[in-house]
């Protein structure tokens, strides 16, 4: 009877403290209720509801860090009924089972999350490129800031490696554009304070094509987190992945940055319906109200703002081919084709 309602699910704290309050007389009750309903037993000793933000997941594990310590936690049964994970960046409610350990019960309302990789209230994403081995695609970074427009972040170009090749191009591009675009070098320093100034007192994710030097901007950024630096491989191009896991970290200025794995396993399947693409290229935004037809699709339709504005120079000629690409490839996504992943 006593295991029946203390482990019956969903239940408030009062009414789990209520319930092991009730039964109390029990000689053995404490033990009882701490191996059948953690949260329970958190209730009766008084425990109450903690609130922090999940800084890293790892195993089944989540550790929060809250204004006294950082608590290892795991999720409540609940969460997989209702068919909800909670992710890093995560503002969540938990219990405490003991000193250092506990039990999410909550979790806030989310601004954005992403799925690959695993990470939630994103304000910024920086687009980490490079003129040098590996060289990066343009296509890489539009595809990412449309990504990031599309979840409400604001994107910063990172081009690092700007000591071995100052990527006149890719800085051409992106400035016009109208994106913040910050040159860097983490083996000279090079614009490394102009970075940080970007992000203070927001929570960033650091993405883009293996072996541009994410982690060895971290690290010199703040020597602390001595993430593992891969090599590029000379005959591929392209870097060693050195993140296994998605894990914030505080920098210096209240700024908090994930490190995550490479553009191929970034969350590229939020780009399904065709007639959003257009607006996630801002710098056309100007040029697509003055198109002859209110349902262009700025590729090769007569009177197309966008397409005047390519030819006079007034648009780079590869943001509109990243742009067709986008369109292109969400055009052929089928919805019944993913429902599984869903």
Known sequence: MIE????REPYSPRRARSLCQR???AGDFNTRVRKLAPTAYAALRGGGNHSGVITKALSGFYYVESAEDIIEC??????????STPLVGDRVEFLLTEPGRGYITSIFPRRNFFVRPAVANIDKIIIVASGAIPITDPFLIDRMTAIAHKKNCEPIICINKCDLDPAKNLYEIYTSAGYNTIRTSAETGEGLDELLSSIQDKISVFCGNSGVGKSSILNQLDSYFNIAVGEVSKKLGRGRHTTRHVELYKLAGNAVVADTPGFSSFDTDQLTSKEEIASLFPDFSEYIENCRF?????IKEPGCAVLEALQAGRLQKTRHESYIRLYEQAGKYKKWEHKKDM
């Open 4 to 7: 029946g309602l203390i482990t």
């Open 23 to 25: 039964f109390n007389e």
């Open 74 to 83: 795991k999720a409540r049964g609940l969460f997989r009924l209702e068919k």
């Open 294 to 298: 209110l349902d262009c699709a700025h």
